[in-house]
């Protein structure tokens, strides 16, 4: 069973997410990679404004190709989350509270997590042909100069993740396989 | 001598890395289905139908399969009977330009490792070139995206270490990767040589079809051990338990040094794309 979760994401909402669900998230997100998010951060650390609202808000690690004409993206699937993990703290403190990408995060994420409440989604690498279909809109905020990795904003409808880590530190990369593992003992 | 202009290698090449990121490889295709035929695991099987039909559309709407695609791997075996009218590495680059152009293909290179400002093109290729009989000029274009890329390793173990420190350094290397690879992964590995020579083993070993097991019956061997080895870890696809973790072990060898034994571990994500033509 699918939860249909409606953006964004407040903090208690987040502390609800259980690690394990599969999810179709509907609203907006935002997308930035390691070359935003460094930015991102030095922008808090000077106590700047940042181009957009983190109040709530779900950051999806992204680099999608090029859109073709007629398209409103290329494809869009994640990029690996750990490269984000020197930066997600400091975000997820100002009031980002979902965060959407592939494969392990640290253990200063996860206690930001816990900390703050916030959940970390896996959509599926290698997926962008089919993930972009659940892409509605697709403007650029900042960073343009970035290319690929330029802030976007997204509206999504129905975009399918899971829930890998939640707001108690639950890991379904350590659960999952241990479940499987213990299932064919 | 038979000669060519090479122009001729900028219009296949561009060719090539607009299929090669759109149209998956038949063998590869292959493995995922059957994969998914013998997979007991529930999420796993779910993960491997969206896998499935995420190529379907690729393939449909010739669109990339993977929005990272890549920087762009190209090898040219040349037959020494061939001329090339022209500049082969501007030629090569030409058609990484105009294919990831025309092909809205996401450029993925940056001009210098440290400062790191995209060159925009997704130039220069990462170029192989290999010396052949003949007076043909075989070209394999293959995307390597980094997500995989960067959880290879390689490792100049000692000769004491044998074929079971070989063994323990790639399943290290795919537990320790886990599920940053977006597993089901294809693992190239590559024995012998010197330290670079072992890395270039290991990228060539996944330009193989998966269909075609090393042609030493020994390597072969552990080729499908090692297979049989990663599919009992339970890592599976995506990392979220189930049996599977990798399509396919390919392993090239070569000879090395008395003194040593480098490995070189080479990891691909499901999306294992590469397209060959001959010229």
Known sequence: MERKIKLPITREMARTIKSGESCLLSGVIYTARDAAHKRLVELVEKGEKLPFDIENATIYYVGPTPAKPGQVIGSAGPTTSYRMDAYSPTLIKEGETGMIGKGKRSAEVVAAMKEYGAVYFAAIGGAGALLSSCIKSAEIVCYEDLGAEAVRRLVVEDLPVVAVIDSEGNNLYENGRNEYLGSIE | ?279
């Open chain 2, 1 to 279: 001598m038979r000669e060519i202009n090479a122009s001729v290698l900028t219009e296949k090449i561009a060719q090539l890395a607009i299929e090669a990121n759109c149209l998956l490889p038949h063998d590869i295709k292959d493995r995922i289905e059957s994969a998914r035929e013998t997979e007991p695991w529930g999420t796993a099987c779910g993960i491997l139908d969206k896998i499935i039909e995420n190529y379907g559309i690729a393939e449909k709407n010739m669109c990339p399969i993977c929005q990272d695609t890549g920087v762009c791997c190209v090898f040219l075996k040349i037959g020494q009977d061939v001329h090339i009218n022209g500049n082969i590495e501007e030629a090569v680059n030409e058609g990484v330009r105009r294919g990831y152009g025309e092909g809205y293909l996401r450029k993925s290179v940056v001009k210098d490792p440290l400062r790191r400002v995209n060159t925009g093109d997704n130039t220069p290729a990462m170029l192989y070139t290999e010396i052949a009989p003949g007076d043909k000029i075989e070209l394999t274009v293959a995307p390597k995206g980094f997500g995989s890329e960067n959880m290879s390793r390689l490792a100049m173990l000692k000769p004491s270490d044998g074929i079971e420190g070989v063994k323990a350094f790639i399943l290290k290397t795919v537990e320790e990767a886990g599920p940053n690879p977006c597993p089901p992964i294809v693992v190239g590995v590559g024995i012998g040589g010197t330290f670079d020579k072992a890395a270039y083993l290991a990228k060539k070993a996944l330009m193989r079809s998966t269909d075609e097991p090393n042609n030493d019956e020994f390597y072969a061997g552990l080729e499908r051990e090692m297979l049989e080895k990663i599919n009992k870890l339970g890592i599976g696809p995506q990392g979220f338990g189930g049996k599977t973790t990798a399509l396919a072990v390919n392993i090239e060898w070569m000879p090395t040094h008395i003194a040593g034994l480098p490995v070189a571990v080479n990891i691909n994500c499901h999306v294992t794309r590469h397209r060959t033509a001959v010229i």
